[in-house]
């Protein structure tokens, strides 16, 4: 069970996490000032490990947006669902794939294709690009069904290429390569083998790939894939460099959403992260982080719908709904059995009785745009921005300050601190914070394998499926003059 009980609670307030919208006439959200904490009573330090320190000597992640080209303008706005395919043999007995064409699915990876399919079943895609290897083929005819529309195969949609790393099982490659195997784990930008860059040549297909499925005539596009070419297709897309590698999971059949937004003046269009690795299991499951095991983790769970229309401006301190009530007790139970060593809440309304159903236990749903951010004074983002920064380093505070081996830290807010949040993990700058998207109800998972002073691996953002029938469609119907 919980670890946390309505009896165990203790109040703590932290000026750390003081956040507010300052006044202003165009302001569409509510105010949220200071954080409380719901904590148990115990106390520790963080671990270093060596993995943290080679990191460490790579340098820190950069904050500059990714040297490319911008997007061809695009005439309408379009969604693009990305799939990685389901577990292959190859998954299973630990082998390294790239872009090799050996391994098929296995009966399990066939059962994630066929939740696919049935959690997208009632979408309204225009097209499918899939890679042309056998895995994800398998996985995208699964998915695509009996659709009279034929699949497009692209090549650039392969698995990385790793040479000699192909076929062999890990083990072998870290006894036969050495370093070289070293620098593929710590510092896979950089990796080299035979004469190749891997990662940045990934990198360079994904935007090709992006040329062609934006140039596409369709406003839904499904591409099925793989994990690191869909890394690869999320980071390039938002603006992120080779050095974000394996911080941006992409699990077996994980459905990763991203938005296009066409803009004036034939300018590239607004790209927009709606959401990241959609599971068919729990996103909480016990497991690894980019083939690491992880024992620190920072979940964000964004607060139910409130008793007010989503796009008044309000500043009002609202209870929930009933939706938002309906929202936080399913949320409650997805983290029923996850033992939590602290939750983290905003003293308004709706959070506090978001975290009270999770700390306990543990209709047409309408939803803000893409980028709905970007609406706010420049001003507004940027006050946001700066305390948060403040916050973040409270909650890498509280996840170090125990002594038990695994930590688990739930946090409770606004949809605008949690998108801040994830930008101070990633070593982003403010200008990003447009480029990610939550919804009410929606839980988006942080993990820590080298511990709270390593990087953050992003396991899922806006995760709805807990939610069931009160959840966001990851797909939708529209008309012509209509945007997502």
């Not at 963080?46 to 990191?55: C, G, M």
């Not at 399990?108 to 939740?115: H, I, L, S, W």
């Not at 590698?245 to 066409?262: A, E």
Request: proline share 5%; charged share 20%; hydrophobic share 35%.
């Amino acid at each position: 069970m919980i670890s946390i009980t309505p009896t165990t609670l203790v109040l703590h307030r932290n000026p750390s996490f003081f956040f507010f919208f300052p006044s202003t006439t165009t302001r569409p959200n509510p105010t949220y000032p200071s954080f409380f904490t719901v904590r148990s009573s115990s106390s520790s330090s963080a671990s270093s490990t060596s993995l943290q320190e080679l990191e460490k000597e790579q340098g820190e992640l950069r904050s500059e947006l990714y040297a490319s080209a911008p997007f061809l303008p695009i005439k309408s706005a379009k969604r693009v669902i990305l799939v990685r395919h389901g577990q292959s043999t190859w998954n299973e007995e630990g082998r390294i794939q790239g872009s090799s064409d050996f391994s098929v699915l296995t009966k399990k990876g066939e059962a994630q294709a066929e939740t696919s399919r049935q959690m997208l079943i009632d979408d309204s895609f225009d097209a499918c690009f899939s890679s042309p290897l056998i895995r994800s083929k398998r996985t995208a005819e699964i998915i695509w069904g009996s659709r009279e529309t034929e699949l497009i195969t692209d090549s650039d949609l392969r698995e990385i290429d790793l040479y000699s790393f192909q076929g062999l099982l890990k083990h072998e490659g870290k006894a036969k390569f050495g370093p070289a195997f070293r620098q593929w784990q710590v510092d896979a930008a950089n990796f080299n083998i035979d004469g190749h860059y891997p990662v940045r040549e990934l990198w360079a297909r994904a935007r090709s790939c992006w040329t062609r499925i934006l140039l596409h005539e369709s406003r839904s596009v499904l591409v099925v894939a793989h994990n690191a070419v869909n890394q690869a297709l999320v980071a390039t897309a938002i603006g992120l460099g080779t050095e974000y590698f394996r911080i941006l999971l992409q699990s077996n059949c994980g459905v990763s959403v991203l938005d296009f937004t066409p803009q004036p003046e034939g300018r590239s269009p607004f790209i927009c992260l709606n959401r990241l690795n959609q599971t068919p299991n729990s996103p909480i499951a016990a497991g690894s982080s980019g083939g690491r095991k992880t024992s620190n983790r920072i979940i964000l769970a964004c607060h139910g719908y409130t008793q007010s229309n989503p796009e008044a401006s309000t500043s009002g301190d609202l209870p929930m709904n009933m939706l938002g009530i309906i929202q936080s007790q399913k949320t409650a139970e997805l983290l029923l059995d996850l033992k939590v060593s602290s939750i983290i809440s905003s003293p308004k309304k709706a959070c506090f009785e978001t975290a009270m159903a999770i700390s306990r236990d543990a209709t047409e749903v309408s939803s803000l745009p893409p980028g709905w951010l970007n609406k706010y004074e420049d001003r507004i983002t940027s006050a946001v921005w700066n305390q948060s920064e403040k916050a973040w380093q409270s909650l890498l505070g509280e996840l170090s300050a125990e002594s038990e081996p695994s930590k688990t830290v739930v946090v409770v807010g606004h949809p605008a601190i949690h998108i801040a949040l994830m930008g101070h993990c990633l070593n982003l700058t403010k200008e990003w914070m447009g480029s990610f998207h939550l919804d009410a109800g929606s839980i988006s998972v942080l993990d820590f394998p080298d511990g709270p002073s390593g990087r953050g691996v992003i396991r899922c953002i806006n995760y709805t499926a807990h939610l069931g029938r009160w959840s966001i469609p990851i797909t939708r119907s529209t008309v012509d003059d209509e945007e997502f």
